[in-house]
């Protein structure tokens, strides 16, 4: 096909290439409209770019209508207006490509910037989303077409689940606070703010804390799961203060403490998810470090594992054009893809 297309007369990839790193966003989609070769042409383009240009910071500000998706490598800043439709709205995480908004009648908006697509969940949630904060991602059934939502609700720090294929909420109970989730080998861990782990079992709404050995003695809500390459861990992190990092050995069933990351790099959002991201350099970014924003600020700081009371460095790239306050940052992981299934835990 780009044979054919360069033969015509039409314009190649690399000059569509050109033409596209002119574009934001909301223009790229109307750019693969013009003719069937161009279609084409953006496709492949796409999934390239995308690819390339992982992670990107999300931002947004009070009073600001457009959505900035922010390259800090490659230093460009993209702009999508498709967040006008999410006014009014409070943000709840990024996930499986969409960004998750919290509506006043306390419902759902999930809305994927890179395919169009928006899904509203109509069915309320049990409390006000927009006036407590919340942290929700996706997971996707396996051998479904249904999936399911995670919400962690800051108000009494409860886990909340949704299921397409019930279209309700379920609570999961218990005395426990806790303060974090993660999709791990197909199954929900929780994380407690006194250090507990434990897995959600989807059909029963309970959890089945883990008999692990070597557990930290700390009470602390700053802590993190992460799933990296094959590997749970435990991030216990405070700017200027701590940083920790942990390995949950199923075989032996205990916490190991890390010396250091390796060949990966961490990436912490304040009030939602933190990713690894494995061979970092490759992609511009230094490998053992921790790389952390906060809502409150539009900077970026790098800490080191072998050095965590100052950071490395701080980024100032992650302005977004912007003329007030930011509204929230966070990460985005665009083909990461969390899947469960029901059958592990039956």
């Not at 993209?78 to 709840?92: T, V």
């Not at 009648?105 to 989303?129: A, E, G, V, Y």
């Not at 989730?181 to 959890?207: C, E, M, P, R």
Request: hydrophobic share 40%; net charge negative.
């Amino acid at each position: 096909m780009m044979k054919k297309v360069e033969e015509n007369g039409l314009v190649s990839m690399d000059v569509f290439g050109v033409i596209c790193e002119k574009l934001d966003f909301d223009d790229l989609f109307q750019l693969a409209g013009v003719c069937k070769c161009w279609r084409t042409l953006h496709e492949s383009y796409w999934e390239s770019f995308m690819e390339s240009e992982v992670p990107l910071l999300v931002q947004t500000s009070y009073g600001e209508k457009a959505c900035y998706f922010i390259s800090l490598c490659q230093r460009k800043i993209y702009c999508s207006n498709m967040m006008d439709y999410a006014r009014g709205c409070s943000y709840a995480g990024f996930s499986c490509g969409y960004v998750i908004m919290a509506k006043a009648n306390n419902s759902l908006l999930l809305m994927n910037p890179f395919t169009r697509r928006k899904i509203d969940l109509w069915q309320p949630f049990h409390s006000s989303l927009v006036s407590y904060p919340c942290h929700a991602i996706i997971a996707y059934v396996k051998d479904s077409t249904d999936f399911i939502i995670v919400l962690l609700s800051e108000r009494n720090s409860s886990l909340y689940i949704y299921q397409t294929q019930n279209c309700e909420w379920n609570r999961w109970y218990d005395p426990c606070r806790v303060v974090d989730f993660v999709v791990f080998q197909h199954i929900v861990y929780v994380i407690t703010d006194d250090a507990q782990i434990g897995v959600v079992i989807l059909k029963s709404n309970t959890f089945k804390f883990l008999q692990l050995n070597n557990v930290p003695s700390f009470t602390s809500t700053d802590l993190k799961l992460v799933s990296s390459d094959g590997n749970l861990l435990v991030v216990h992190f405070v700017p200027r203060h701590k940083f920790e990092v942990y390995k949950v050995d199923f075989a032996s069933m205990d916490w190991i403490k890390l010396e250091t990351l390796g060949d990966v790099a961490l990436f912490y959002a304040k009030n939602t998810k933190c990713y690894a991201l494995s061979n970092p350099v490759s992609r511009g970014y230094e490998k053992n470090c921790l790389y952390y924003i906060d809502q409150s600020t539009t900077l970026c700081e790098v800490y080191s594992m072998n050095n965590y009371n100052f950071p490395l460095y701080i980024s100032g790239e992650t302005v977004a054009p912007s003329r007030s306050r930011p509204y929230w940052s966070d990460w985005c992981f665009r083909h990461v893809r969390d899947e469960v299934d029901y059958s592990l835990l039956e």
